[in-house]
């Protein structure tokens, strides 16, 4: 379905659980996903769990992804921003993290969606941290998921890794699509929990069937760099927070978790072996979020008699 928010058009899916009659306090799970990623990349083993659980999932695709609102700004130059990164000088894009913060919020108003829990996987990590920061009424807990605060100082990505997410297919063709990013996502994804190469190159390729547009992780991957630290953000979180990071995460390093957790007062934090950039480890995910949700979904009802 659509909805229009911070003035733009989005496109979002909501899976209600079986059985249970839905009202506005019917609790709900937001699933925002990282760069350049659809909503169809939450695997539906995680969202048929939330919703076993009794939990209403609500999944959307970011701006300038899937089949939400693609903007009409000039294409960025990655290397110029990446330079004046290194030497901190200040770095212009068309929009930041803290818009996307505005869209997801517009997302909650026009689904007449007063509260909910917020869960975001790499740069949905940073969107659900500025989320659970300036909009901390809305928010219900944060699951922050092998993201970062930005903050300078914190280990980046492994040339390798580096270089992977850089790389290009040889064309647009479909299947030199997925033979690319099947590279890719080997390359940053968990070794302890490698997920079938059969299984990878269906989800590219439903991916790529449902929509293609690499103009926007290059938008995406600006408007990251555009925001920079945004450790102060993170530390005003007061929202019940649990983060997980992947031990042998190549793209966003350990200490990026550990930073963000430490930045969060109260916060819950657990580390995956064998966990890279990806959710290959599942089960382990899952069997740390339910229990998370569930506390604090009881604490919410508690406190509302």
């Not at 997302?107 to 869960?119: K, M």
């Not at 996987?121 to 940073?126: A, D, E, K, L, Q």
Request: glycine content about 8%; proline content about 6%.
């Amino acid at each position: 379905m659509k909805v229009t928010a911070n003035g733009h058009e989005f496109e979002v899916e909501i899976n209600d659980p079986a059985g249970i009659e839905i009202t506005p306090d019917t609790p709900t799970v937001l699933l925002i996903m990282g760069l350049g990623m659809q909503l169809v990349a939450w695997p539906l083993a995680f969202v048929n769990a939330l919703n076993r659980a009794g939990y209403r999932v609500v999944r959307l695709d970011n701006r300038d992804i899937g089949l939400s609102h693609k903007t009409s700004v000039p294409m960025p130059n990655l290397m110029w921003m990446a330079l004046k990164y290194r030497v901190r000088l200040p770095i212009n894009a068309a929009y930041r993290l803290r818009d996307m913060v505005e869209d997801t919020r517009g997302v909650l108003d026009a689904l007449n969606i007063a509260r909910c829990h917020v869960i975001g996987v790499s740069m949905g990590g940073m969107i659900a941290q500025g989320l659970a920061s300036h909009h901390p009424g809305r928010v219900v807990s944060l699951t922050s998921i092998m993201s970062t605060t930005g903050a300078r100082g914190l280990p980046q990505a492994t040339p390798k890794a580096a270089m992977a997410l850089l790389s290009r297919p040889k064309s647009r063709k479909r299947d030199d699509i997925i033979n690319h990013f099947t590279r890719v996502l080997g390359i940053i994804g968990s070794p302890k929990f490698p997920m079938p190469e059969a299984e990878v190159r269906q989800r590219i390729g439903a991916a790529f069937d449902r929509s293609f547009y690499p103009a926007g992780t290059i938008k995406q991957m600006a408007a990251i760099m555009a925001s920079g630290d945004r450790s102060d953000e993170v530390r005003r979180i007061t929202v019940p927070t649990l983060v997980i990071h992947g031990r042998d995460d190549p793209l966003v390093p350990l200490k990026n978790g550990e930073d963000t957790a430490k930045k969060i007062a109260g916060s819950e934090y657990t580390v995956i072996d064998g966990m890279g950039h990806d959710l290959g480890a599942l089960a382990a995910v899952t069997a740390r979020v339910l229990p998370f949700l569930q506390q604090h979904t009881a604490a919410k009802t508690s406190s509302a008699l």
